[in-house]
Each structure stands twice: as structure tokens, then as C-alpha cells.
């Protein structure tokens, strides 16, 4: 059984938006709202990135590569995270996922993101 599910992405032109969600089952998050959640994406050939972070207590950060263009935000009775992602570029193709910061739980299969005219 999945304990985190990412969805939402997909093959978009440049410039154009997507909008990432990710679930966390209740098995592996009783208290969701005192978790550092984030999310991440790995590139072909490349080591998992850290994207963008939303704190228990509210305040988000951003990778340099993605500010002003991704938003980070959350639902916490729903137990969901979102990434809004704007004026995509190429070298946002990737797989993205979602877990808490720090510890990680068991990552989930991620949502794959591609950029290409």
C-alpha cells in the first residue's frame, strides 16, 4: 500500500503550468499538521533536488531555480501538499515527489514532469 501519492503531472510546452499534488496516508502521518513537508525532483542522470519546503508553522523556500515560479502550499485536514508550477522551462523536466523533510518516510513513485515544445 502506498503511503505517499503524488499526482498532476504531464508533458506541457514551455511556458505553460501544472499543478502537483501529493496525499499522505494516514498510516505514516497521525499529526500531519507539525510536519516539514517538501518536495523534490530527480532529472535524468541526476541526484534528487530539494524544490520547495512548507513548514508546520507556515513559512516556505524555494530553490533558486524555481522562485517566482513554483508555490508550495498545503491543505492539512486533507493532508495534502501542492506545487504550483508556472512558466515551466525544459530544465524542469523530472520526477517530482513529495515527503516530509526530515526524516524522509518511504518515498512514494513520484509524478513525472516533462517540458518540450
Known amino acids: 500500500q502506498e503511503q505517499i501519492v503524488e499526482s498532476g503531472g504531464g508533458l506541457v510546452q514551455p511556458g505553460q503550468s501544472l499543478r502537483l499534488s501529493c496525499l499522505a496516508a494516514?498510516?505514516?502521518?497521525?499529526?500531519?499538521?507539525?510536519?516539514?513537508m517538501a518536495w523534490y525532483r530527480q532529472a535524468p542522470g541526476k541526484q534528487r533536488e530539494l524544490v520547495a519546503v512548507?513548514?508546520?508553522?507556515?513559512?516556505?523556500n524555494y530553490a533558486e531555480s524555481v522562485k517566482g515560479r513554483f508555490t508550495v502550499s498545503r491543505e492539512n485536514a486533507r493532508k495534502r501538499v501542492y506545487l504550483q508550477m508556472n512558466n515551466l522551462k525544459p530544465e524542469d523536466t523530472a520526477v517530482y515527489y513529495c515527503?516530509?523533510?526530515?526524516?524522509?518516510?518511504?518515498w512514494g513513485r513520484g509524478t513525472q514532469v516533462i517540458v518540450s515544445s
Open positions: 515527503n516530509r523533510q526530515n526524516p524522509p518516510w518511504p
Open positions: 494516514r498510516s505514516i502521518c497521525s499529526s500531519f499538521t507539525t510536519e516539514d
Open positions: 512548507t513548514t508546520s508553522s507556515g513559512s516556505t
